[in-house]
């Protein structure tokens, strides 16, 4: 496995030297960087597409929560604090992992037993600022005081209201303060297509598909939701599945 490229981001500088001499006892993780604030730290994460985020959660002006809304791909992310009463919400966002200060030696080894294995499942699919997303990219959505980290392989479909974008994952409907255009640029052609003008669906997650009026196609999808595709994208949907 190459080595694993990690950012910290953290606005206490004796916290993330105590975070440094852990990395340390770990060669095959390569620190790129670090950064004291939530500005910063974007600035970084834009510049250097690292593989692995350490995030404090609670830090003055914006905290690590805010840093996730404002990139359109998310790291593995490793949050760290010093407050136990952001575990279960942390984990609503799917982290890989939260490690409360002070960071015990062993905690740590385990969660980087974690990245490993995480970037193990991984190999094979690229990233970079060209390439659209993979499944196994990650977004951040936030939808009121709820938030979640979710691959974009478990998106079962997309679809607009208004200006934004309602997401379809598990049970979950949330909304996505970007255009339904703007999300398609970085979705991955391979699973997902445009049904219609409003929806985008995952082509893993169609149970059933059948012929519908003026040669339009209606699909049955696993959660139980029906999608209508327009005349003219059952023709590219047909070519597409080879049906």
């Known amino acids: 496995m190459s080595s694993i490229k990690a950012v910290i981001v953290e606005d206490s500088r ?78 609503e966002y799917n982290a890989l992992d939260y490690l409360l200060k002070p960071i015990n030696e062993k905690r740590f080894a385990l969660a980087i037993e974690k990245v490993k294995g995480n970037l193990e499942r991984k190999e094979g699919e690229s990233n970079s600022i060209s390439e659209r997303l993979t499944g196994n990219s990650q977004i951040f959505i936030k939808d009121g005081e709820k938030c979640w980290l979710i691959k974009i392989g478990n998106i079962s479909h997309l679809e607009i209201v208004g200006n934004y974008t309602r997401v379809f994952f598990d049970d979950q409907r949330p909304m996505l303060y970007k255009s339904l255009n ?62």
């Open 14 to 91: 004796l916290a993330r030297n105590e975070l440094k001499e852990l990395i340390k006892k770990h060669p095959e993780i390569e620190l790129i960087g670090e950064a004291e604030n939530v500005d910063a730290g974007f600035e970084l994460i834009q510049s250097s597409h690292p593989d692995l985020l350490f995030l404090d959660i609670n830090m003055p002006e914006k905290d690590g929560f805010e840093l996730l809304e404002m990139l359109d791909e998310v790291p593995m992310t490793i949050f760290t604090t010093a407050f136990d009463e952001y575990a279960i919400k942390s984990f």
């Open 182 to 243: 703007q999300v398609e640029e970085k979705l991955p052609e391979k699973y997902f297509f445009r049904a219609n003008r409003q929806q985008i669906i995952n082509t893993n997650f169609i149970q059933n598909v059948v012929p519908w009026f003026n040669g339009k196609l209606k699909l049955y999808m696993l959660n139980g939701d029906e999608i209508e595709v327009s005349r003219r994208q059952s023709y590219l949907f047909k070519d597409k599945m080879s049906l």
